[in-house]
């Protein structure tokens, strides 16, 4: 009666058993992914490295006193198919959507959320393959520096007052370009030289550090698309 959980806990330690109940669930698995995603999974698909992944982890974990195989390694399948969709639905949302939060002008954010959706509903209906490779390539930049382009989000200023003093600091590195050199090599910003130079204050050059940092790159670099959202830093600095 419990065969297919005899067979997954004797895999653990043979390979070639592994191999054997992979090939006998392959269908099964292929059908259940389906199921999950709710379209047609086949083997060239990322899902279903998902699912095989989640297949050999299940037998890694499993115990047969704990009852069906067939359930857990499911249960497992379900919730790495879940994970990875989820994140897939937010990165290509952000994808899309985020440049917008480089262009928040008004100080009264609430008046202004209603205008930014509308705005970035607009933008996250077209399909611009140049902007979303630059994001693509702007975040692996930013890993450089611990952080993604979706960490924007909660850095990026909103107050006219804070974006000027951003913008200042920006301005101030991208007019030496030693110290954007510099950047690069130590991944650090240059926050005491920033501070006496342009009287911005430390408070603000530690709170939006990576908001600053993101502007340089973005600006410094072969960004066009997403260098247009940063041109309110080109007109601080006349």
């Not at 933008?123 to 611009?128: G, I």
Request: with cysteine; charged share 30%; proline share 3%.
């Amino acid at each position: 009666m419990r065969q297919i959980d005899s067979q997954a806990m004797a895999a653990k330690n043979d390979k070639s058993i592994l191999e054997k109940l992979v090939s006998e669930q392959e269908s099964a698995m292929l059908r259940y992914a389906s199921r999950i995603t709710g379209r047609y999974i086949s083997k060239s698909d990322d899902e279903w490295s998902i699912t095989l992944l989640a297949f050999t982890q299940a037998i890694d974990s499993y115990d047969f006193d704990k009852g069906n195989f067939i359930s857990f390694y499911r249960l497992l399948i379900k919730r790495r198919l879940i994970d990875y969709h989820r994140n897939q639905s937010k990165f290509n949302q952000e994808l899309t959507v985020d440049p917008i939060l480089f262009d928040t002008e008004p100080e009264e954010e609430d008046d202004d959320i209603s205008i930014r959706l509308a705005v970035s509903n607009q933008v996250s209906k077209q399909e611009s393959s140049d902007l979303k490779l630059e994001i693509e390539t702007a975040n692996q930049a930013f890993s450089n520096y611990g952080f993604s382009f979706f960490d924007l989000t909660n850095c990026s200023p909103h107050a006219k007052k804070t974006k000027s003093s951003c913008a200042k600091a920006v301005n101030y590195m991208m007019d030496n370009p030693l110290l954007i050199e510099e950047l690069h090599t130590t991944k650090q910003l240059p926050i005491k030289i920033i501070e006496k130079n342009t009287k911005v204050p430390r408070k603000t050059l530690d709170r939006h550090r990576k908001y600053i940092i993101a502007a340089i790159e973005l600006l410094s670099g072969e960004y066009p698309n997403l260098a247009e959202y940063l041109q309110y830093i080109r007109k601080e600095n006349g």
